[in-house]
């Protein structure tokens, strides 16, 4: 008899702005049954995010409180916000057999390799540097000195490729959520 497979976590990450959400969102609305943690964070939702469906909107104290009682996965600060991975609900999808996506950013993926070291990090490149800038200076949502902060954190990010077990380059949405669900697929041993 076969052994029993259990699926791998798999955490997407990359720069802000190389369209992580956006992969991620179309892979979804294709392959609704591949679940995608969802992050507590103390930013507050943007038009249209709803609490529960883009992330849990905690307050300071409460995103505190997640992290004395060991509650996250994985944590960090950025921009000004906390983003948090809640620990339980991963572990109860992993254990009843699904895959199980994160979206974070760097200092998560390595937070998350150290505490479950055979997850499968996949690094989202963007095409070039001058799309990545583009992208990010395109949103109209945030001030200046915000996407100077962000474009200083990609540079890093960007440097860190090598810490991935794979890197997929996001020229194509429809195509890299089907590279990625291909990747989820085998963690999961189908």
């Not at 390799?113 to 990090?121: A, I, N, V």
């Amino acid at each position: 008899m076969a052994a029993e497979v259990r699926p791998r976590l798999t955490v997407l990450s990359g720069p802000s702005g190389v369209g992580k959400s956006t992969v991620v969102a179309h892979m979804r609305k294709v392959h609704p049954e591949v679940w995608l943690s969802v992050s507590a964070t103390t930013r507050r939702p943007r038009p249209g995010e709803r609490h529960g469906v883009q992330y849990f909107f905690v307050t300071d104290d409460e995103f505190d409180k997640l992290i004395a009682n060991g509650e996250l996965l994985e944590w960090a600060e950025f921009a000004g916000n906390r983003y948090g991975t809640p620990r339980q609900a991963v572990l109860q999808r992993l254990e009843s057999g699904e895959p199980v996506l994160l979206e974070i950013d760097l200092q998560g993926a390595r937070q998350v390799k150290e505490s479950m070291p055979d997850s499968q990090l996949v690094f989202l490149a963007p095409p070039s540097w001058e799309e990545l800038v583009r992208r990010l200076t395109g949103r109209g949502t945030e001030s200046a000195e915000v996407i100077d902060r962000r474009l200083a954190a990609a540079r890093i990010e960007l440097a860190a490729e090598s810490e991935f077990d794979t890197t997929l380059v996001n020229t194509s949405v429809e195509d890299v959520a089907r590279e990625l669900l291909a990747l989820l697929m085998v963690s999961a041993g189908e």
